[in-house]
Structures are given as C-alpha cells and as structure tokens.
C-alpha cells in the first residue's frame, strides 16, 4: 500500500503514516542489534 492509501484506511494525514513507519523501523533495527545473539542462532537453525 502506498502511504496515500495507508492514511485513508486509517483516517490520519500521510505525514502521520511516514512517522509511524520511521519510528517502527527504527524500534525493529534496535531490537535487531540487541537480540544479534538470539537472532544468529535462529537463522543459523533455519539454513
């Protein structure tokens, strides 16, 4: 979904969507780094 169609699904205005996303990538790249341990061994198993 475009960030046009993302603010008309949920009622807020585009800069609300682009706001939201950077703040969720941000907190998904934070976890990221301090879980590496976690996540090594997971993908690890995986392949």
Not at 3 to 8: F, H, N, R, T, V
């Amino acid at each position: 979904m475009t960030y046009a169609e993302i603010a008309a699904t949920l009622g807020i205005g585009k800069d609300a969507v682009n706001k939201s996303l950077q703040a969720a990538s941000k907190n998904i790249a934070n976890y990221i780094i301090k879980h590496q341990d976690i996540l090594s061994v997971l993908l690890f198993l995986f392949f």
